[in-house]
């Protein structure tokens, strides 16, 4: 797929226009892309890495004020542990593969060849950088109210355990051990226009309903409903989930 394709696939999975298209390129260019011939072509001056600055300090301030709404009752320093949590390189690395941009990311050939694409690291600093684009696309309010959206089915889980996408395979184990079966989870109800949909599920133990999520993605929604279970099941069982007598 030729780059310009590239990038307009890419602002089709947007649920807003983006008009800025040379700074929406630019997310994508890692600073070992800038010596291939192929950029040298197309004059791309410079890498990803200024505006991965900027979405740093965006995002964090916007956790910061969500994590600060939310819990009330936590303290400074716990809350500063939750928000390393979710906007450390692990997470950041999997809402980007949440949003393919692995698929758009112009590397050199060798950081590609050796597997950049899928490198956390890349990826974190391209997901930065995209909510820098937005934030100069669209203003403070806007990103605020998108990265809230994102950020919800993590938030819900973000004091209970400090993985954000292992809910679903730690809550499989757990009920596996304890229960001797799987999880099941199911869609309850999907909402709104297309480019805004939101899906509620449940997850049900044994016949019984342990957690439900909420989130603008049906896999999203499930891992809000599995870090949910697990706080009912630490509720029930304690931190070591006894085997059933």
């Known amino acids: 797929m030729k780059k310009e394709a590239a990038i307009e696939e890419f602002c089709r999975t947007l649920p807003f226009r983006f008009n800025d298209m040379d700074l ?52 400074e320093g716990e809350l500063t542990k939750i928000r390393s949590r979710l906007v450390n390189r692990h997470t950041l690395s999997g809402l980007a593969k949440g949003l393919a941009l692995d698929k758009y990311m112009l590397l050199g050939k060798g950081e590609r060849a050796s597997g950049g694409a899928g490198n956390p690291t890349i990826l974190a600093g391209a997901f930065e950088a995209l909510i820098a684009a937005m934030y100069f696309e669209l203003g403070f309010k806007m990103v605020f109210s998108y990265i809230e959206t994102m950020y919800a089915p993590l938030l819900d889980a973000s004091a209970i355990e400090p993985g954000h996408f292992d809910y679903k395979p730690r809550l499989q184990e757990v009920t596996q051990r304890v229960f001797k079966e799987p999880p099941r989870y199911r869609l309850i109800r999907e909402e709104g226009p297309p480019h805004k949909r939101t899906f509620e599920v449940e997850v049900i133990i044994t016949g019984e309903v342990f957690g439900k999520g909420t989130a603008s993605k049906k896999k999203d929604a499930e891992q809000s409903a599995a870090a949910s279970a697990l706080k009912e099941l630490e509720n029930r069982y304690g931190g070591i989930f006894p085997e059933r007598s």
């Open 24 to 75: 929406l390129r630019k997310v994508f260019v890692h600073r070992s892309y800038l010596n291939e011939k192929e950029s040298l072509r197309l004059k791309t001056l410079e890498s990803n890495e200024r505006l991965e600055f900027l979405g740093d300090a965006v995002l964090s301030n916007i956790i910061s004020h969500m994590l600060f709404r939310k819990y009330p009752d936590i303290d």
